[in-house]
């Protein structure tokens, strides 16, 4: 059965930093592109960014909102994934989610869906 | 960057009746890369449909995808009481991946 467990979410001052991790089981981390997705409080959902898998030598994409802040990165060793967010905002406030992707990656493009989603980690920013 | 619109925003159905959400998008989605999420409360998000019209793993046959290019439908042909949730429609085919803002199916 594919697992998906976050971690590391928490209360944090604007302009900090926080790492988030996700355990995977239940199938070769290595074999999949991994995806961070949250939602803010009342709100839908916003697609954060994705690390390739090894195939596609673990190249990671960001949305604009989180880019040259955020960094995704991967240990397939440990099964787990990490989100390392510095120079948190408010506006970054948010549940979010590691969710597996499936579909089709090359190194220039990429086609996924997301067929499991962890249950989530609370991310606030506030002074 | 595509951006997603979902309507309508709230359905308020009775068990056994049909569902009808709808997904446009600003611009054509590439081959046909649709997907559509169902969230309950306090819960993730669970996949329900993928490449416009095939169904995830477990969901049952009342669900139906359809549409292409702009214009994406998620039809449930008979409310069961676990369906009330909210849906979200995403597009994968080019980067950023975006989801619409949510339709919401509660109890009338």
């Known amino acids: 059965e594919v697992q998906l467990v976050e971690s590391g979410g928490g209360l944090v001052q604007p302009g900090g930093s926080l790492r988030l991790s996700c355990a995977a089981s239940g199938f070769t981390l290595s074999d999949h592109y991994m995806d961070w997705v949250r939602q803010s409080p009342g709100k839908g959902l916003e697609w954060v960014g994705r690390t390739r898998n090894k195939a596609n030598s673990y190249i990671t994409d960001y949305a604009a909102s989180v880019k040259g802040r955020f960094t995704i990165s991967r240990d397939d060793s440990k099964n787990s994934l990490y989100l390392q967010m510095n120079s948190l905002k408010t506006e970054d406030t948010a549940v979010y989610y590691c969710?597996?992707?499936?579909?089709?990656?090359?190194?220039?493009?990429?086609?996924?869906?997301?067929?499991?989603w962890g249950q989530g980690t609370l991310v606030t920013v506030s002074s | 960057e595509i951006v997603l619109t979902q309507s309508p925003g709230t359905l308020s159905l009775s068990p056994g009746e049909r569902a009808t959400l709808s997904c446009r998008a600003s611009?054509?989605?590439?081959?046909?890369?649709l997907a559509w999420y169902q969230q309950k409360p306090g819960q993730a998000p669970r996949l329900v449909m993928y490449d416009v019209s095939s169904r995830a793993t477990g969901i049952p046959d009342r669900f139906s995808g359809s549409g292409s290019g702009t214009d994406f439908t998620l039809t449930i042909s008979r409310l069961e009481p676990e369906d009330f949730a909210v849906y979200y429609c995403q597009q994968y085919g080019s980067s950023p991946w975006a989801f619409g803002q949510g339709t919401k199916v509660e109890i009338k």
């Open positions: 969710a597996r992707a499936l579909g089709y990656c090359s190194t220039t493009i990429c086609f996924a869906y997301f067929d499991h």
């Open positions: 611009q054509s989605v590439s081959s046909s890369y």
